[in-house]
């Protein structure tokens, strides 16, 4: 079925929209012949059928399919040159017709978007973006369209306190914030067209930082999250770790919330742990006012998650 079976393919270009360019190696000669495939024609959708169902094929190997989505154009701006709304209802519904339960998702800063939010259903945007003041977003949420958030540059870099990373999940608790997008994790030198074979050679004068951009447009640490190892594997880095800890703040809101509910507001004494409940899984403005306005004191975030191990404990000795 796939026109260039036993080749080696690259996918290069990750924005669709603007055509798919793809290294092919041809065999036996080893030469590498660039290959474009422009959008509106049958090569191109021919092309995303196969590429698409290859990828679902090895997700469904692995049991992972049921956590799969696509984001088929990043960044989406209305009325702009670089994205016709026209493009994209053409690859979106080349999808859709094709794999109908693959979710369509996009990153999107710019609330032109919700001019068009049909063509998606999941929108994630910028975390900056959502605050109590702007209910836009909210406005097109609904039990089929969840809303996601993501990252990308800003509170990323290395250069940003610790606390920072890891109250990015705080953020999607106090906003119901469902799904969550860093765009790379592994990017190193993203825009200096570093070759990745010689970034993770054995040959430390040849390795990365030694042969390696680590700065992405001056931001330090924007694209990655793990590092190479001198043997290939990967190491993690603190921001990671960062972010581990703010996902298990995370998973503690959530239990809290799961044991509370099986307590029964007839009891006087589950109806007072319920009201202790209510009180710290919700997240206020000394700790979290906005996405952008919280504490940098890693104390607060620290205290109230004690406090909800603690009555977590306490709940599981009356249930």
């Known amino acids: 079925e796939n026109p260039m079976k036993g080749n080696s393919i690259n996918v290069a ?44 094929d090895m997700l469904s190997k692995n049991n992972w399919l049921d956590k799969a ?9 209305a009325d702009s040159n670089r994205y016709d709304y026209s493009t994209i209802e053409w690859l979106h519904n080349i999808i859709r017709r094709n794999f109908p339960d693959l979710k369509i998702v996009s990153a999107v800063h710019d609330e032109s978007v919700l001019k ?44 940003y306190q610790p606390v920072d990373h890891r109250s990015w999940f705080w953020a999607c608790w106090k906003y119901d914030l469902v799904g969550f997008i860093y765009w790379g994790l592994y990017s190193w030198g993203y825009s200096a067209g570093n070759n990745y074979d010689t970034m993770l050679s054995v040959y430390p004068a040849l390795r990365w930082p030694n042969k390696a951009q680590w700065l992405l447009e001056n931001r330090a640490g924007d694209g990655f999250l793990i590092y190479p190892s001198p043997h290939g594997e990967p190491w993690s880095s603190i921001r990671l770790a960062n972010i581990r800890d703010g996902i298990e703040d995370y998973e503690y809101f959530y239990l809290l919330r799961e044991v509370a ?4 507001r007839d009891n006087a004494d589950h109806l007072a742990l319920i009201n202790e409940a209510a009180d710290l899984l919700e997240i206020g403005p000394d700790i979290m006012n906005t996405t952008t306005d919280y504490s940098r004191n890693p104390d607060s975030f620290l205290a109230r998650r004690e406090k909800i191990a603690d009555l977590i404990e306490r709940i599981n000795r009356y249930i």
Do not use: M
């Open 13 to 56: 270009e990750h924005h669709y929209i603007l055509g798919i360019s793809i290294d092919v190696i041809q065999k036996p000669s080893g030469r590498r012949v660039e290959k474009t495939f422009l959008p509106f024609t049958q090569e191109y959708e021919d092309y995303l059928i196969q590429y698409i169902k290859a990828y679902l």
């Open 69 to 77: 989505y696509i984001n088929v154009v990043d960044e989406p701006v």
């Open 116 to 159: 068009r939010v049909d063509l998606w259903d999941i929108l994630a945007p910028s975390l900056d973006k959502i605050n109590p003041e702007n209910d836009r977003w909210w406005s097109v949420i609904d039990a089929k369209r969840p809303l996601w958030a993501y990252i990308c540059s800003s509170t990323s870099n290395i250069d």
């Open 261 to 264: 509910g099986n307590l029964s």
